[in-house]
């Protein structure tokens, strides 16, 4: 198949409501999308990545007008908001968040992979916005990597993976956070943060105190399907560090991480701040891929803020 890479939003959304598959940016990273009413669009996603049958999809909403709406696009594919629900949408909507609901009857079991509950999110990036708009239909979208690889940052990243497997891929820039989405369990008493991200569990919480820590709560069944499968891999070895005191790195060695440890890397980034650090990571475990690096040391950072999500996604990476 041959692999439309455009940077008009009109032809990309033609894909979509011809019922093909298009990549596209947004704030967090690039989605693989495509109608979320229409399943046998939403199973060329599943076949495209290789991604496990029963890994739910996030769907994608826009405001059909800039800057209103966005609770009425979200009424659509769920079965009513509770007040968490609607208090996270007005604080976070747009925004990289995703909150999992019950689902509307019409949403498709492919898309929730047969449960009754349904991820929402509506990005902030106007590209991705604009894009949305264009579809005029809401957009099934998993992170537009081969299953088990970490998720694209650039559009050239989605080209290498899935480049002549999908219809389309708009162009956008390298995407501002890196990471994907916070995903927030909104069915219960009280919100449950399923996966880290640039919502960061602070955030939540000055919103709802209340708001819980999935992996500080017991359950016998992983809460979200996606955290039991392999992620984010690169194939070399990923190794966690604390770089305050120096060490000897093994031979064909990387680093990330804020400070800049001595000793022979092949390849070192050192990021400003947690921010850039997040936003380079998959970046770079890439990076180390195309070089074949045999060993990626990575700093670990304090667990608050988007530190979090970043000590999430490397300890993954690593396992
Ligand atoms: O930032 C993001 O979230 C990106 C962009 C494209 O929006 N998307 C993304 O999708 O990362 P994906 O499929 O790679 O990750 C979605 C995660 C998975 O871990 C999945 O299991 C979980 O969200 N998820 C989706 N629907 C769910 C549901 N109904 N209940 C629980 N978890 C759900
Ligand atoms: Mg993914």
């Known amino acids: 198949m041959e692999t439309v890479i455009t940077e008009d939003i009109k032809v990309a959304a033609a ?9 596209f940016p947004t704030e967090t990273v690039y989605g693989l999308g495509a109608n979320a009413f229409d399943a046998a669009a939403v199973a060329k996603i599943f076949a495209a990545k290789g991604r496990p049958a029963d890994n739910p999809l996030i769907v994608h909403v826009t405001n059909r007008e800039k800057g209103k709406g966005a609770r009425e696009e979200v009424a659509v594919l769920a079965d009513g908001l509770n007040a968490n629900a609607e208090k996270l949408i007005a604080e976070f909507f747009p925004g990289p968040l995703t909150l999992v609901l019950k689902r509307a009857k019409g949403v498709p079991d492919i898309v929730t992979a ?10 902030r990036l106007e590209l991705a ?3 949305l708009r264009e579809c005029g239909v809401p957009v099934a979208a998993p ?8 998720s694209p940052t650039t559009w050239q990243t989605v080209r290498d993976d899935l480049g002549g497997r999908i219809d389309c891929i708009l162009k956008g820039n390298v995407t501002e956070i890196g990471l994907e989405s916070t995903v927030v369990d909104c069915t219960g008493e009280i919100p449950l943060v399923l996966r880290h991200g640039a919502v960061t569990l602070e955030m939540l919480r000055s919103v709802i105190p209340e708001t819980a820590d999935a992996a500080d709560i017991q359950t016998e069944k992983p809460r979200s399907p996606g955290q039991k499968h392999k992620h984010y891999s690169p194939k070399a070895l990923v190794k966690v ?7 000897e790195p093994l031979e064909n060695a990387a680093f990330i991480g804020l400070s800049g440890p001595t000793g022979n890397f092949e390849l070192k980034k050192i990021a400003a701040d947690v921010n850039e650090y ?9 990076e180390c891929d195309r070089r074949n690096i045999a060993v990626i040391y990575c700093e670990s950072v304090a667990e608050k803020g988007i530190g979090k999500a970043v000590m999430d996604r490397i300890r993954r990476a690593g396992s």
Do not use: C, D, H, Y
């Open 278 to 286: 997040a936003a380079a990571l998959f970046e770079f475990f890439r």
């Open 241 to 247: 560090v604390e770089t305050s005191g120096e060490f």
């Open 129 to 131: 916005q604009m894009f």
């Open 114 to 123: 047969g449960l009754e509950t349904v991820g929402i999110r509506m990005p």
């Open 143 to 150: 992170s537009a990597n081969i299953s088990g690889r970490p």
């Open 15 to 23: 894909f979509i409501r011809k019922g093909g598959v298009v990549a």
